[in-house]
């Protein structure tokens, strides 16, 4: 288990490209726990791999509501296939700590 430190805005990190995950295996699964770990730690609901400074396509989200069984989402090498409708609301990231912002998105996405 390792601990992962989630970078922070500025970080020039955050700006790096992705690459796409083309290997499944344990290592992949531990970098998904130990993201999990870190997100839940920081109060999060959703992380992505450059985030914890791993240039790879992968994000996780986790929306369960307070008092909810998790529901651990993971997201390897994710393509927008359709979106509809349009929403607001405001939104924070956990690379810019206590900042949050309105941000409209599609209402309804699938991946």
Request: charged share 25%; glycine share 6%; proline share 5%.
């Amino acid at each position: 288990m390792a601990i992962l430190s989630i970078l922070h805005y500025p970080d020039p990190r955050l700006h790096l490209k992705a690459k796409e995950v083309t290997e499944f295996n344990a290592e992949l699964k531990q970098l998904v726990t130990d993201m999990a770990e870190a997100m839940y730690n920081s109060n999060g609901i959703g992380l992505a791999a450059n985030q914890v400074n791993i240039q790879k396509r992968l994000f996780i989200m986790d929306l369960a509501k307070e008092g909810e069984t998790s529901r651990l989402q993971v997201f390897i090498n994710p393509r927008f296939l359709e979106k509809r409708g349009e929403v607001r609301g405001d939104e924070g990231c956990l690379s810019v700590p206590g900042v949050f912002e309105p941000v409209t998105r599609a209402e309804w996405i699938k991946v």
